[in-house]
């Protein structure tokens, strides 16, 4: 479908990371995210699936794509408790460099991605060692740039089997030269944590590979669900 085309529906996409208990902002308790996801639901927010979003099949403005980095083995603690219950098949954005070592307890084996990934989630890349895709890191190093965009892309679809086309840029940083090696590389979307809503099908967004998500933290979840509130699209009553 083209740019041209009017939009049939929207997408709230939310970025979360961890579920460890931890003090660190980036991680969401598995209780909270949890009372996030039932919210969500409650509010009027169906969770869309990766394949219906690139298919363009979602309709309507009440959706939230969940979208989950770095491959952190944390997943497994709130997969069947907060996940499952509501039909969420997350978007899981994976980098090579830490998955499936002995030497990095918290990250995930190929094996357990391959678990969820059979029970419907979904997978993209997010760098090979999560570096900044910038021209700075590009005129630092050009080859370890380079294989943040390739090396992640080679090694995610023999390790998965899977075609990689969507990419989500580390810390959230990308450039022009970012976005022109990620077309480049065959992927087709690509996404940031700049706040936005986005529109479905994909092709219909100004710039593809610049995609907004919205970054959920313990901080930042208070302004998101204000966000949502605001956007929910309520059903006129007959």
Same mark, same amino acid.
């Given at each position: 479908m083209g740019k041209g085309l009017d939009a049939r529906g929207s997408v709230h996409v939310l970025c979360y990371h961890t579920f460890m208990n931890r003090k660190t902002d980036y991680d969401v308790a598995p209780?909270?995210?949890?009372?996030?996801i039932e919210e969500m639901a409650s509010m009027g927010y169906r969770f869309v699936k990766t394949e219906d979003v690139l298919a363009g099949r979602v309709t309507g403005d009440?959706?939230?794509?969940?979208?989950?980095?770095?491959?952190?083995?944390?997943?497994?603690?709130?997969?069947?408790?907060?996940?499952k219950p509501h039909g969420v098949k997350p978007l899981l954005?994976?980098?090579?460099?830490?998955?499936?070592r002995k030497s990095v307890p918290y990250a995930m084996s190929y094996a357990e991605i391959k678990g969820f990934l059979n029970d419907g989630a979904s997978a993209g890349a997010h760098g090979f060692y999560h570096l900044f895709l910038n021209e700075k890191q590009y005129k630092k190093d050009k080859k370890e740039f380079l294989k943040e965009i390739y090396g992640s892309r080679d090694t995610l679809e023999s390790k998965l089997g899977r075609k990689m086309e969507l990419f989500a840029y580390p810390f959230g940083v990308y450039s022009d030269l970012a976005r022109d090696e990620l077309a480049q590389a065959g992927f087709k979307y690509a996404f940031t944590i700049n706040h936005?809503?986005?529109?479905?099908?994909?092709? =219909?967004?100004?710039?593809? =590979?610049?995609?907004?998500?919205?970054?959920?933290?313990?901080?930042?979840?208070?302004?998101?669900?204000?966000?949502?509130?605001?956007?929910?699209?309520?059903?006129?009553?007959?």
């Open positions: 209780e909270e995210f949890k009372k996030q009440n959706n939230v794509w969940i979208t989950i980095d770095d491959g952190n083995n944390s997943l497994n603690a709130v997969y069947n408790s907060a996940l954005f994976l980098y090579p460099g830490i998955l499936d936005g809503v986005v529109q479905v099908p994909l092709e =219909l967004n100004a710039e593809p =590979l610049k995609l907004p998500r919205f970054l959920v933290t313990k901080s930042s979840w208070k302004n998101v669900r204000g966000i949502l509130s605001k956007n929910l699209n309520k059903p006129r009553k007959s």
